[in-house]
């Protein structure tokens, strides 16, 4: 190899290196500061790996960089063999071994309560928010009644909705997922939250949003042609919002023409009467 | 660079750029009864087609259909020119809708053919879950309540988290495309009544070769189809377009959507015991199609029935009902709790009361039934996927506790 083909190899390297350096600053970064309090964790272990995988990447890269400058091709040299250093190969495999020992035992905690279900919430367990069913390609609410709990078989008053799943902000929150068809993910990248949705299955996934507002809610898994499409709102909003958000849902589903309408009515009515009179 | 560098980068660039190049432009498919014509009536269904109504990439305001082209606003940036909300919503289609709807608004893109129920075919003006009386249009708010809430059942999706204005705008376009549809079809129709069809205009010129002295030539045909077509056509043009906007406006008038007179009968058992009763009467006979125990599988759905306007009448070649699009049309399996036109009572209602368009449910309201009848099948069918017990209904309010009347008695 010349002196181009090193120069070439450490360039993308170096390239790589400065593009995720600069990118926080252009928005092409993690989706804006975690909005749940696991996710912040979820965050601090994602940006230690990275320094580790950093650093690492950077040291057998100047080395490769350097050894290929060195050793490079016109320099009329000859090479010597050796078979090896038995120090060097202890040293590479007991560092490495011992780093991702360390990784795997400090992110036990976040894990066990990312996933681990008799470590949630036992009240967020018990009173599971909605049901949400993905199906190709959009995502069925299925909220239980206000004041009611949510059980495995549909009731007479369960609320419905589609593609837009509102929870209380501030408490973590279970939301029981299923899929009607194929595998999808439920993932609310703001909120760090990522889980399959396998057919047959019953998944509790638990998150608690911070703040109220606005969240994505995307599918991760590709599940057919339609994959794209399967795009969602997740509303975090004060509980009392969120009870007025299921009653006023109650009171769409349940409407019959007549009695949602008396103002309606009487307005008619009203007009009616007026037009008599004239 | 070596000679075997050079091959190697330039085939693969050769790769890289194989593909690019212009796409042809999108067009507005025929539908298979204008190709049925003769070409002196093609041709002018085709220019009538590309005057009032222009191709994807070139849409033609026409001002005698009940359309919201968008107004000429010269100081909004964007609507300067008239016509640009029906542009904004043709570019929202080929996003979202374009890929199952097909271009022309046929139910033929792409993905159709995988997908089961079918996507609907618009072209006849006929959309099957409306607020609206039996055979009438649907209403904007009727198409824009499918778009947020999609289709149960169906592979029809959700667009809720689309904006208001962008959900107006495809449905401006959609209204266009089932208005280009229908007036394809009328016009065809009209010039199949002046004998514009190839298959007629043979047989005549074959009989005419039977009978030399009286019989009609070929000239003689073209020269007759020419002239009614020269004289109608203007008129026709009009005339079904006026048409299309009496129906379409007529669908958004207040007195066309189907409202219940009486509130919703409270789903008490005996509610849902009439219910029952009605199911299975002679009345209503739900249960010829929606079968004993409402999973849709009723003794009409056993048949070979004849397929409509045939003659010699032909049977369909698969078993059950099926729809004016001719595809085969299960009736609804009511235990499931999966209802395509939506879940409120109200919903319930209008499909009793108006039928669903296009389809073998017909409207019981006005005549057979009246509303105490429909609100007690309303609550028995609400009670099926509950085996009969428990109708849908909202959850009683709880009473409020001590603290809370306190401050109403208070205020």
């Given at each position: 190899?010349?002196?181009?083909?090193?120069?070439?190899?450490?360039?993308?390297?170096?390239?790589?290196?400065?593009l995720?350096w600069?990118?926080?600053?252009?928005?092409?970064?993690?989706?804006?500061?975690a909005?749940?309090?696991?996710?912040?964790?979820?965050?601090?272990l994602?940006?230690?790996?990275?320094?580790?995988?950093?650093?690492?990447?950077?040291?057998?890269?100047?080395v490769?960089?350097?050894?290929?400058?060195?050793?490079?091709?016109?320099?009329?040299?000859?090479?010597?063999?050796?078979?090896?250093?038995?120090?060097?190969?202890?040293?590479w495999?007991?560092?490495?071994?011992?780093?991702?020992?360390?990784?795997?035992?400090?992110?036990?905690?976040?894990?066990?309560?990312?996933?681990?279900?008799?470590t949630?919430?036992?009240?967020?367990?018990r009173?599971p928010?909605?049901?949400?069913?993905?199906?190709?390609?959009e995502?069925?609410?299925?909220?239980?009644?206000?004041?009611?709990?949510?059980?495995d078989?549909p009731?007479?008053?369960?609320?419905?909705?589609?593609?837009?799943?509102?929870?209380p902000?501030?408490?973590?929150?279970?939301?029981?997922?299923?899929?009607?068809?194929?595998?999808?993910?439920?993932?609310?990248?703001?909120?760090?939250?990522?889980?399959?949705?396998?057919?047959?299955?019953?998944?509790?996934?638990?998150?608690?949003?911070?703040?109220?507002?606005e969240?994505?809610?995307?599918?991760?898994?590709?599940?057919g042609?339609?994959?794209?499409?399967?795009?969602?709102?997740?509303t975090a909003?004060?509980?009392?919002?969120?009870?007025?958000?299921?009653?006023?849902?109650s009171?769409?589903?349940?409407d019959?023409?007549?009695?949602?309408?008396?103002?309606?009515?009487a307005?008619?009515e009203?007009?009616?009467?007026?037009?008599?009179?004239? | 660079?070596?000679?075997?560098?050079?091959?190697?980068?330039?085939?693969?660039?050769a790769?890289?750029?194989?593909?690019?190049?212009?796409?042809p432009?999108?067009?507005?498919?025929l539908?298979?009864?204008?190709d049925?014509l003769?070409?002196?009536?093609?041709?002018?269904?085709?220019?009538?087609?590309?005057e009032?109504?222009?191709?994807?990439n070139?849409?033609?305001?026409?001002?005698?259909?009940?359309?919201?082209?968008?107004?000429?606003?010269?100081?909004?940036?964007?609507h300067?020119?008239?016509?640009?909300?029906?542009?904004?919503?043709?570019?929202?289609?080929?996003?979202?809708?374009?890929?199952?709807?097909?271009?022309?608004?046929?139910?033929?893109?792409?993905?159709?053919?995988?997908?089961?129920?079918?996507p609907?075919?618009?072209?006849?003006?006929?959309?099957?879950?409306?607020?609206t009386?039996?055979g009438?249009?649907?209403?904007?708010?009727d198409?824009?309540?499918?778009l947020?809430n999609?289709?149960?059942?169906?592979?029809?999706?959700?667009?809720?988290?689309?904006?208001?204005?962008e959900?107006d705008?495809?449905?401006?376009?959609?209204?266009?495309?089932?208005?280009?549809?229908?007036y394809?079809?009328?016009?065809?129709?009209?010039m199949?009544?002046?004998?514009g069809?190839?298959?007629?205009?043979?047989?005549?010129?074959?009989?005419?070769r039977?009978?030399?002295e009286?019989?009609?030539?070929?000239?003689s045909?073209?020269?007759?189809l020419?002239?009614a077509?020269?004289?109608?056509?203007?008129?026709?043009?009009?005339?079904?377009?006026?048409?299309l906007?009496?129906?379409?406006?007529?669908?958004e008038?207040?007195?066309?959507q189907?409202?219940?007179?009486?509130?919703r009968?409270?789903?008490?058992?005996?509610?849902?015991?009439?219910g029952?009763?009605?199911?299975?009467?002679?009345?209503?006979?739900?249960?010829?199609c929606?079968?004993?125990?409402?999973?849709?599988d009723?003794?009409?759905t056993?048949d070979?029935w004849?397929?409509?306007?045939?003659t010699p009448a032909?049977?369909?070649?698969?078993r059950?009902?099926?729809?004016?699009?001719g595809?085969p049309?299960?009736?609804?399996d009511?235990?499931?709790?999966?209802?395509?036109?939506?879940?409120?009572?109200?919903d319930?209602?209008?499909?009793v009361?108006?039928?669903?368009?296009?389809?073998?449910?017909?409207?019981?309201?006005?005549?057979?039934?009246?509303?105490?009848e429909?609100?007690?099948?309303?609550?028995?069918?609400?009670?099926?996927?509950?085996?009969?017990?428990?109708?849908?209904?909202p959850?009683?309010?709880?009473?409020?506790s001590?603290?809370?009347?306190?401050?109403?008695?208070?205020?």
């Open positions: 190899m010349g002196k181009v083909w090193s120069a070439f190899f450490v360039f993308w390297a170096a390239a790589a290196v400065g995720c600069v990118s926080p600053h252009y928005g092409w970064w993690l989706p804006g500061e909005a749940s309090p696991l996710g912040t964790e979820i965050d601090d994602f940006h230690l790996i990275l320094i580790i995988t950093a650093i690492t990447f950077i040291g057998t890269h100047a490769l960089g350097y050894v290929l400058w060195k050793f490079r091709t016109g320099q009329n040299r000859r090479g010597t063999f050796t078979h090896g250093s038995h120090n060097l190969e202890v040293i495999t007991i560092v490495p071994a011992s780093i991702m020992l360390f990784i795997s035992l400090y992110q036990m905690d976040v894990w066990q309560r990312y996933r681990v279900k008799s949630f919430d036992q009240q967020a367990m009173a928010v909605a049901e949400v069913t993905a199906r190709q390609f995502w069925r609410i299925r909220y239980p009644a206000p004041g009611k709990v949510l059980k078989m009731q007479p008053d369960d609320l419905y909705t589609v593609n837009d799943l509102h929870v902000e501030g408490r973590p929150v279970v939301i029981k997922l299923r899929s009607e068809d194929v595998l999808h993910s439920f993932f609310l990248p703001h909120l760090r939250v990522k889980q399959d949705a396998v057919p047959g299955l019953v998944i509790p996934v638990w998150f608690e949003a911070l703040h109220s507002g969240y994505d809610l995307v599918c991760a898994e590709l599940c042609w339609g994959h794209y499409k399967m795009r969602g709102r997740l909003e004060r509980e009392a919002d969120f009870q007025a958000y299921l009653k006023k849902l009171e769409t589903q349940f019959d023409g007549v009695t949602s309408q008396p103002a309606e009515a307005e008619d009203n007009s009616q009467a007026a037009e008599d009179e004239s | 660079m070596s000679v075997r560098t050079r091959y190697i980068f330039s085939l693969c660039t790769l890289l750029l194989a593909g690019c190049g212009p796409s432009d999108p067009s507005f498919v539908s298979s009864k204008t049925e003769f070409r002196d009536a093609r041709t002018p269904v085709v220019k009538a087609l590309e009032n109504f222009g191709s994807p070139n849409l033609v305001v026409w001002a005698k259909l009940p359309l919201d082209y968008g107004k000429a606003e010269p100081e909004v940036a964007g300067e020119e008239a016509g640009w909300k029906i542009k904004h919503g043709r570019n929202l289609y080929m996003v979202h809708c374009l890929h199952c709807h097909g271009v022309s608004g046929d139910g033929n893109g792409t993905t159709a053919k995988f997908l089961e129920p079918r609907r075919d618009y072209r006849n003006g006929v959309f099957k879950f409306t607020s009386l039996s009438l249009k649907p209403s904007r708010n198409l824009k309540v499918i947020q999609g289709i149960p059942g169906s592979t029809m999706p959700s667009f809720v988290l689309l904006k208001d204005d959900l705008a495809i449905i401006e376009y959609v209204r266009f495309l089932s208005m280009r549809g229908e394809e079809i009328k016009l065809v129709n009209e199949s009544a002046m004998g069809v190839t298959k007629d205009i043979e047989r005549r010129i074959a009989d005419g039977k009978d030399k009286n019989g009609e030539t070929r000239e045909i073209l020269q007759e020419n002239e077509i020269e004289g109608d056509l203007p008129d026709l043009q009009d005339s079904i377009a006026s048409d906007a009496e129906d379409w406006n007529n669908a008038s207040p007195d066309s189907v409202l219940p007179e009486l509130e009968v409270a789903p008490t058992a005996e509610s849902l015991a009439r029952k009763d009605l199911y299975y009467s002679k009345k209503a006979k739900c249960v010829d929606h079968g004993l125990s409402g999973r849709g009723g003794a009409l056993e070979y004849d397929v409509p306007n045939t032909q049977k369909y070649h698969v059950g009902l099926h729809d004016v699009w595809n049309q299960q009736p609804r009511l235990t499931r709790g999966l209802y395509r036109g939506g879940r409120r009572p109200l319930l209602y209008r499909r009361f108006a039928g669903i368009k296009g389809t073998q449910m017909p409207a019981f309201g006005g005549t057979v039934l009246n509303d105490t429909i609100w007690d099948i309303v609550n028995y069918v609400m009670s099926l996927p509950f085996d009969g017990k428990v109708s849908a209904a959850a009683p309010e709880e009473a409020p001590q603290e809370e009347k306190v401050a109403v008695t208070g205020r």
